[in-house]
């Protein structure tokens, strides 16, 4: 493995520890290297507190050897005051010489302006070091910025026969198809996306909570699709464990193209990626509009005979795994998955 491709996988590793935690910010990970050894690392882990590159940087101990270190970047290191300085004057101040930067941030404030206040500083700037597996860490941060919409996975769990749900049930709850050990997965992926949404026939059915109990996270942003506010106040999603925002006629037009509508609505409201948990209706949405980055999907052992028939899904490319006795595809939409 190349120099540079060994630290920059380094701070990809980092910055996966932010993945829930970050929005509206990117995943980064930073880690500055002298005589070929790592000197100071960091990631960053929540919107207004220190970047990656400040937390490496006041990690090194010896702080007489920046002078003398290469720092390595996953995403280009800011040039604009937010909520926090630029990291492009602290790393200018601590006489950096040399900057490795894995891809260039897409942000219109930053958009190789860091880059440019770095080179006119006299430092030797690296750009593109694992590029692609670069953007695919920050594929929500990018799609949001570039196509002006979520990054949108959907996720559904099926009988063996090919049914989400049956015709009728007893009680206003979810029918579990899948495991115990499949539905805790589900809920780090919920602590994992910004954002979480169901239809109103979900809600009325089943009156879910849509968050992540059975795991340590963060709960997403509950949006819920109610055209006629046909919904009940006193309905799970509208406790006070999570915020919810509720999607009504008021706020798009439900006679046009709804997943376009519901796209645009969310990127309006800063939401950066959205797993949509919705019934068949809502999903086969997104799928018909072509507007869905991944899709995952549980195929259970049980066999229900009738009931609501799944999504339909043409796929190019599926990723196959087991939990159990449950069988899980991850299907990834070639058309959207570029972040450009």
């Not at 942000?107 to 302006?113: D, P, Y």
């Not at 109990?213 to 999570?242: C, M, T, Y």
Request: hydrophobic share 35%; glycine share 6%; with cysteine.
């Amino acid at each position: 493995m190349k120099i540079h491709e060994k630290y920059i996988k380094r701070c990809i590793e980092l910055a996966k520890n932010g993945l829930g935690t970050t929005y509206p910010n990117p995943l980064v990970g930073s880690v500055i290297v002298y005589n070929n050894e790592i000197i100071g690392e960091g990631w960053h882990q929540k919107a207004g507190e220190p970047h990656a590159e400040v937390i490496a940087i006041n990690s090194v101990k010896d702080k007489s050897l920046l002078s003398k270190s290469t720092i390595y970047v996953s995403l280009e290191p800011c040039s604009h005051f937010g909520k926090t300085p630029p990291c492009c004057d602290l790393i200018i101040a601590k006489k950096i010489p040399n900057v490795v930067i894995g891809t260039i941030d897409p942000f219109a404030k930053v958009a190789g302006n860091g880059v440019k206040r770095l080179l006119e500083a006299g430092k030797k700037v690296t750009v593109g070091i694992l590029e692609d597996e670069c953007n695919e860490l920050n594929k929500r941060f990018f799609t949001f910025h570039n196509k002006k919409r979520p990054y949108i996975i959907l996720k559904w769990a099926e009988s063996q026969d090919g049914f989400i749900a049956p015709l009728s049930k007893d009680k206003q709850e979810p029918v579990w198809l899948t495991n115990i050990f499949s539905r805790q997965l589900v809920h780090k992926w919920r602590s994992e996306e910004q954002a979480i949404l169901v239809g109103t026939r979900t809600v009325i059915d089943d009156n879910p909570s849509l968050t992540t109990r059975d795991w340590a996270g963060n709960n997403p942003i509950r949006i819920v699709l109610d055209q006629n506010n046909r919904i009940s106040k006193e309905s799970h999603i509208f406790d006070n464990q999570a915020k919810t925002i509720s999607i009504t006629k008021s706020n798009i037009n439900f006679s046009n193209n709804i997943a376009q509508e519901i796209g645009d609505f969310l990127f309006n409201e800063g939401i950066q990626s959205v797993i949509i948990e919705g019934g068949s209706k809502t999903l086969q949405t997104f799928i018909d509009t072509n507007l869905w980055d991944e899709a995952r999907v549980f195929k259970s052992k049980i066999i229900l005979n009738q009931g609501t028939k799944a999504p339909k899904i043409k796929f190019k490319k599926v990723n196959r795994n087991e939990i159990l006795e449950d069988e899980l595809l991850i299907f990834f939409n070639y058309d959207n998955n570029n972040y450009f």
